[in-house]
């Protein structure tokens, strides 16, 4: 059974870096694209940044030159690391595989704020 687990998220303030890590069964981040979503409160859930399985990375205009996705194999986690957060990126962040069809992780909170 596929699991996946986010941490990493919590309070930060304008302007501060977070990096969201999510640990993955078997190797299942090295054979799939890896994806980071995140929901807003009252909004859709959001693609802000994928990670093919040759590791080349895409994102969404919203944090791209803010934001980077990445994995360690050997580790069986993929990282998403925020930086210059605004309140704007307030949100629950999930850790995903194979797209909205995949497997997710179960959330974690996101908030930025003074």
């Known amino acids: 059974q596929v699991q996946l687990v986010e941490s990493g998220g919590g309070l930060v303030q304008p302007g501060g870096s977070l990096r969201l890590s999510c640990v993955g069964s078997g190797s299942i981040f090295s054979s799939n694209v890896g994806c980071w979503y995140r929901q807003a409160p009252g909004k859709q859930r959001e693609l802000i940044a994928t990670i093919s399985r040759n590791g080349s990375p895409d994102y969404a205009a919203s944090v791209k030159g803010r934001f980077t996705i990445s994995r360690d194999n050997a580790k069986n986690t993929m990282y998403l690391q925020m930086n210059n957060l605004s309140p704007d990126d307030t949100a629950v962040y999930y850790c995903?595989?194979?797209?909205?069809?995949?497997?997710w992780g179960q959330g974690t909170q996101v908030t930025v704020s003074s």
């Open positions: 995903n595989v194979g797209y909205e069809r995949g497997y």
